[in-house]
């Protein structure tokens, strides 16, 4: 590979990771499999490692996918929580042996094998053998304060037992969700008209990072400990040994492990592990293999992101094959046209396939993909099955090479309206795709309001695909906001079933989305905006926007987004004429001098609008968003939403005016409070728009002390931090 594409190749990995990365460790719903990420991550770090030139220290392979979110207090690990390296492949299990007999001068190595928890990593700590916090791994060094949220895990013991109790130690170990209650919740939410979780590992993970410990309790999270971090005294000598220990503090652990002598009977160890992981309580996605001894792991020693110890084996996605009967299409909410494979159905990784994506268009030409064939489909555990390959030297002759806008017969399936071809960006199926251009479409609608009421929009609990492809189809809803006409009586009787077989939706689901559709009204900008799907207008701009405006109106005339799109004129025009460009250099000298000129007026004016309108705008808020937003705010469609707001009473406001009275403060709690548990204050200061932290320094703006406050007063006091009492603190918020 030459250095320019190896670099080009880069780029694109690195974006394609990093997006992953987000949509797996922050939002819990990965749209590709573990398999197919491995082998992207894989890819770009031998090229990173061949083309050294292009190796970069933000690149995600540098660092462990991030967990964080808004809402939660950091807090710093005591030892660094590292990941571990992964392969899929005995060879390299060997290698990973040759490497530790080479660095310890044995070939004679003790391993422990242990089941690989398809969960979220945690991190509790004991202080004198009691419990006193939970944190995620974060970005490895620091996470969210989970505490709370973990509390609410029966099989947590609030003590360790037994009197061989560190005096501070950090147990790591995974969360999870077993197959049973997954299936519980998902059965529950079926049954209310919500969309169901795609697997247990996104649900666990979701539920960990819910706000409502309340919530997290209803869901019956599960626990597993496997390793430790910062232990004082060091007292534990093996991991067969820290196992033993786990389970005398009466801490959860793994069914099963192994511990013997030598790489080929670790690999007859995983090779069991994999024949009994489908009876384990969790999600089993490989085998840790790790040196056993203590004293060797420490001269093994880690690298920045993983211990040198210990590897991941990782089992391969279970696929199978059959028959593709059918390509057919769907219309997403804003109208993109995509395929699905309606398959023969097959017995995958435990249940019965009968569908499966095919991404888009350009996939299946790709893969060669025609109706009729033999296919290979896999269920990574995690994302919607999907087909990985067809086979055309069993194919039936004559099959004819699949084409989109002839199976639609070059119209939208649902409405029959046109459709063209559109490129489409991150969101949804990247590359080109046919997209139905009627706003009005039964199909967008229904989309549409699937969307405003999910859980990252507005949180209708209650409508979900089914109930909102009802309303929309019995003509109750056209935009999103109408859902706030039908009646309660209405959604009661709501028939999702058939005349023949009845399902009425029931009073109390309608209830349920009665009270939360009032609730919605009172959320800010950020979130309505987001709701209506504007088009280009994601999580991250939508809130971006909203912390810059106070109002749709303000919004749809935003001297902002003006700035935007004329700053991208200056520069095109900048580009245009300067003397030296390629395309059109300077003709004379005059020309020449008269081109600088303009174009220091034009960077000039670019300063400007960078040191006004846009100071602080990040980059990523670039003109199509900008010309896209007040496209949308001003046509027929968003002219017709807001109105009907505005008939509706609803007015959401954007952050900036609600700002509250701790907005750019740091507060750090110390110490007992009289009346506010610890929980409630930080949820009070985090409610008034100020952030916590766990640590005093010139930065922190009050201390709010209580009883028995320690190290953290006397630190206060040495910087000249001001401190607060429970009552000040009250007063303050007002
Ligand atoms: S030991 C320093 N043991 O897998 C070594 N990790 O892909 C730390 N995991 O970050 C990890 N089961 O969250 C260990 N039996 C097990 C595990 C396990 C699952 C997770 C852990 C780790 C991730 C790496």
């Known amino acids: 590979m030459t ?37 992207n991550r894989r890819e770009l770090e031998d090229l990173e490692r061949q083309f050294p030139q292009f190796a970069r220290p933000d690149s995600p392979t540098q660092r462990v996918g991030d967990d964080r979110v808004p809402g939660f207090r950091e807090v710093a690990h005591r030892q660094k929580m590292l990941s571990l390296d992964n392969t899929y492949n005995a060879e390299e299990l060997r290698a990973f ?36 916090r939970a944190v995620t791994r974060g970005q490895g060094d620091r996470g969210d304060d989970v505490t709370a949220n ?66 997290v309790a209803r869901r019956k999270l599960d626990l597993v400990l496997y390793s430790l971090g910062h232990c004082e005294p060091a007292i534990v000598a093996s991991q067969t040994d820290l196992q033993h220990r786990l389970r005398a503090w009466g801490l959860p652990v793994v069914e099963r492990y192994w511990t013997v002598r030598g790489i080929e009977a670790a690999w007859a160890a995983v090779g069991e592990l994999d024949r009994l992981r489908s009876r384990f309580a969790y999600g089993t996605d490989g085998a840790v293999i790790k040196l056993d001894d203590v004293a060797q792991q420490r001269e093994a020693g880690a690298t920045d ?57 350009d996939e299946i030409r790709r893969k060669d993909i025609r109706v009729g064939d033999l296919v290979e489909i896999e269920k990574a555990g995690e994302v919607i099955p999907a087909v990985l390959q067809s086979f055309p030297a069993e194919r039936p002759a004559g099959a004819p090479v699949f084409d989109l806008q002839a199976a639609v017969g070059g119209q939208c399936p649902v409405c029959a309206g046109r459709i063209a071809r559109v490129v489409v960006a991150a969101e949804e199926a990247e590359g080109v795709a046919w997209k139905c251009q009627n706003y009005d479409c039964r199909a967008q609608r229904a989309g549409r309001l699937g969307f405003f009421c999910s859980r990252r929009a507005l949180a209708i609990d209650g409508v979900g695909g089914v109930v909102a492809a009802k309303l929309v189809e019995l003509g109750h809803v056209q935009d999103p906001p109408d859902l706030y006409d039908v009646a309660l009586e209405t959604l009661a009787t709501l028939n999702l079933g058939t005349a023949e077989e009845p399902r009425v939706f029931g ?53 902002l987004l003006r700035a935007v799109l004329r700053r991208a004129e200056l520069l095109a025009q900048r580009e245009r004429e300067a003397p030296a460009s390629r395309k059109n250099p300077a003709k004379s000298d005059e020309d020449k001098a008269r081109r600088k000129e303009l174009c220091a007026r034009l960077e000039a004016e670019v300063a400007v609008l960078e040191a006004g309108p ?60 009289p009346t506010l548990t610890r929980e409630s204050a930080e949820q009070k200061i985090l409610a008034a728009g100020g952030k916590v932290s766990g640590s005093v320094s010139k930065k922190t703006s009050y201390v709010l002390a209580g009883e028995a406050a320690g190290s953290k007063l006397d630190k206060a006091q040495e910087l000249g931090v001001p401190v607060l009492t429970e009552a000040e603190f009250l007063r303050l918020l007002g």
């Open 3 to 39: 250095p320019d594409l190896a670099q080009q190749r880069i780029a694109e990995l690195r974006a394609q990771v990093a997006r992953d990365d987000a949509l797996y460790y922050q939002q819990a719903r990965p749209e590709i499999s573990d398999f197919a990420y491995d082998a």
């Open 507 to 559: 009073e109390k689901n309608a209830a349920k989305i009665v009270a939360a559709r009032e609730a919605a009204r009172a959320l800010p900008l950020e979130k309505w905006l987001y709701a209506l799907s504007v088009p280009d207008v994601g999580e991250t701009t939508a809130r971006e926007l909203g912390r810059r405006h106070r109002t749709f109106d303000e919004l749809a005339d935003s001297p």
């Open 305 to 361: 992101k993983a211990p040198r110890w210990a590897i991941a084996y990782k089992f391969k996605p279970d696929t199978a094959r059959t028959r593709l009967r059918a390509i057919t299409i769907q219309v997403g909410k804003t109208g993109i046209l995509s395929p699905v494979a309606e398959l023969e159905p097959v017995l995958l990784a435990g249940s019965t396939i009968s569908r499966a994506t095919l991404h888009n268009e």
């Open 97 to 132: 042996h040759a490497r530790l007999a080479r660095l310890l001068g044995t070939d004679d190595l003790g391993y422990t094998v242990e089941p690989k928890i398809d969960g979220l990593a945690v991190s509790l700590t004991y202080e004198d053998g009691r419990f006193v």
């Open 614 to 673: 846009l100071a602080g705008v990040p980059a990523d808020l670039g003109p199509a968003v900008a010309a896209s937003t007040r496209e949308f705010l001003a046509s027929g469609p968003g002219l017709r939403l807001r109105a009907k707001l505005r008939q509706l009473g609803i007015e959401p406001q954007g952050t900036v005016a609600r700002a509250g009275v701790l907005t750019g403060k740091t507060l750090v709690l110390t110490g007992t409070l």
């Open 150 to 215: 973990v509390r609410t895990i029966p099989s947590l013991p609030p003590q360790l037992a037994g009197g061989d109790v560190p005096r501070a130690v950090e147990i790591r170990g995974e969360i999870y969700l077993t197959a049973a209650e997954f299936e519980r919740i998902n059965a529950e939410r079926i049954a209310a008209g919500e969309e169901p979780y795609a697997n247990p590992r996104n649900l666990a993970a979701g539920t960990l990072k819910l706000l409502d410990p309340a919530e």
